[in-house]
């Protein structure tokens, strides 16, 4: 039968209380949080630009301090993402009739 010290075990129970502890903090916190509210295209697309421009400057710092060699291929993909999210609600803004069809489906949802 294998066991534990004493010791190892009284992490182990410490570790499981800061785990509850930090999961009922989380809950707290997380009940303290309004519910998702509507946005708009606009703030969408401005929020979607500050996060590309934000992961973009990370990098770029990280790369000038010298504190990586080459820029993270995950942060480069999500920033892609966020520029490829410009360039869909762009093209969702410049289309009247795409834009019509959502506004409508968008009423039809409230």
């Given amino acids: 039968m294998t066991g534990c010290?004493?010791?190892?075990?009284?992490?182990?129970?410490d570790l499981?209380?800061?785990?509850?502890?930090h999961d009922a903090k989380y809950m707290e916190a997380l009940r303290k949080l309004p519910p998702e509210g509507r946005s708009?295209?606009?703030r969408m697309r401005e929020a979607a630009a500050d996060e590309a421009s934000r992961i973009e400057s990370f990098m770029i710092v990280r790369l000038m301090v010298g504190e990586i060699a080459k820029p993270w291929?995950?942060?480069?993909?999500?920033?892609?993402?966020?520029?490829?999210?410009?360039?869909?609600?762009?093209?969702?803004?410049?289309?009247?009739?795409?834009?019509?069809?959502?506004?409508?489906?968008?009423?039809?949802?409230?």
């Fill in 5 to 13: 010290s004493s010791q190892t075990c009284g992490r182990m129970v």
């Fill in 16 to 21: 499981m209380q800061s785990e509850a502890e």
């Fill in 40 to 42: 708009t295209l606009n």
């Fill in 73 to 110: 291929p995950c942060a480069m993909r999500k920033r892609d993402d966020f520029v490829g999210i410009v360039r869909l609600i762009d093209n969702i803004l410049g289309t009247p009739a795409l834009l019509e069809l959502l506004q409508r489906k968008d009423t039809a949802n409230k």
